[in-house]
């Protein structure tokens, strides 16, 4: 059962998440969350990337509400059981999207600022289109809300970069009583040396300053003359470890196992400022409600990484819901918590709005 309190916000959520958005294929929840926002008071449309584009306003000041439409692929059943929302997209991202767009409807226009909110395209892909698109035709706003689970008392404040490597190696066919390692068992070895490398290369106890490797796809096949195996490798790198020295310091290894090999998906870690008036109104807010704000730096990837070093304006993440479900079979959202987080994000924009 839906709870009766607050049902139009619920109801935006719902329909956001019953409509199916993996990566690629956001065209019909880009149009339904641009409709909601027409109707709500918001200039709004699709823009050539794909991105739901909603604004309110027309201060010479911007702040940006940057959240994401698409989705993993995997289809879980929308439901409302003991006061949760299950469904793909509930927590990663649709539910601090649909906060912010709720907040944004409700507070309103501003004198001196203009609200935008961007339901974005392909943050779920290596390519951050949507992101990407903005960089490309909008001048750098003054303030930049990431919208991405942190729970509702919480304030993320950075994200680790990434690089994806895909791996190769071919060889001629051999039998198998021959005593020499095939494509699939080197390809291991080189992973083992990889992860070997990646620890040593560390520092410090913390997650967020360690290179985290892990395995993203593996295969092995062969035509009877030939046989190969194939890898791809993801790195979550820290600040002090950017894609290109991380790349080049592994290029070695690369070339000595005889390995084809490419990256993709090359993002510098970020980590922006506590000290600025985005994040003091997120206090507030947080405060507002009761609750005790908290501070979290991610160890994986958000669109902060691709807009943070570009436009180098204050930027933070928040949004309710707990990040540990992102991507999980059992991806659900507490439906208390996203009312919570609806009011947290009103009181901030309307600290923003009297005080920034």
């Known amino acids: 059962m839906i709870p009766v309190e607050d049902p139009e916000a619920i109801a935006l959520l719902e329909a956001l998440v019953r409509l199916p958005s993996p990566s690629g294929a956001e065209r019909e929840a880009a149009a339904f969350l641009a409709g909601w926002m027409a109707g709500h008071g918001f200039e709004a449309g699709v823009d050539e990337a794909g991105n739901a584009v909603g ?20 289809e879980i059943p929308v439901r409302v059981e003991n006061g949760r929302l299950y469904g793909r997209g509930a927590v990663d991202a649709k539910g601090p999207l649909a906060v912010a767009t709720v907040a944004v409807a409700r507070v309103g226009a501003r004198p001196g600022w203009r609200w935008v909110v961007v339901g974005a395209v392909e943050e779920e892909a290596a390519t951050s289109r949507g992101a990407r698109h903005l960089l490309q035709t909008w001048a750098p706003p003054d303030m930049v809300l990431i919208l991405e689970p942190s729970g509702a008392d919480a304030i993320t404040l950075g994200y680790k970069g990434r690089m994806l490597l895909h791996l190769r190696l071919e060889a001629p066919n051999r039998h198998t009583a021959i005593p020499e390692p095939n494509p699939a068992e080197r390809l291991v070895d080189l992973w083992l040396t990889l992860r070997e490398r990646a620890r040593a290369a560390s520092s410090g106890n913390r997650i967020f300053e360690q290179i985290t490797p892990s395995i993203r796809r593996m295969m092995a096949d062969g035509d009877g003359l030939r046989e190969w195996a194939e890898m791809t490798v993801g790195f979550r790198l820290p600040e002090a470890w950017p894609p290109e020295r991380w790349r080049e310091t592994i290029r070695p290894v690369l070339e000595a196992a005889g390995a084809s090999w490419w990256t993709e998906g090359e993002e510098p870690a970020w980590r922006a400022s506590a000290d600025t ?23 994986g990837t958000s669109d902060m990484n691709v807009v943070g070093p570009a436009w180098r304006c204050p930027i933070a993440a ?28 009103t009181r901030a924009l309307e600290w923003i709005a009297a005080h920034a």
């Open 55 to 74: 604004k309110i306003g027309e201060g010479p000041r911007t702040l940006l509400l940057l959240g994401h439409l698409d989705t993993v692929p995997g």
């Open 277 to 299: 008036p985005l994040v003091r109104a997120l206090l507030a807010g947080i405060r507002g409600e009761g609750l005790r704000p908290r501070f979290l730096l991610k160890s």
């Open 318 to 345: 928040y949004g309710p819901g707990d990040a540990r479900l992102d991507h999980a079979p059992e991806e659900h959202i507490e439906l208390k918590e996203y009312l919570t987080g609806i009011r947290v994000l």
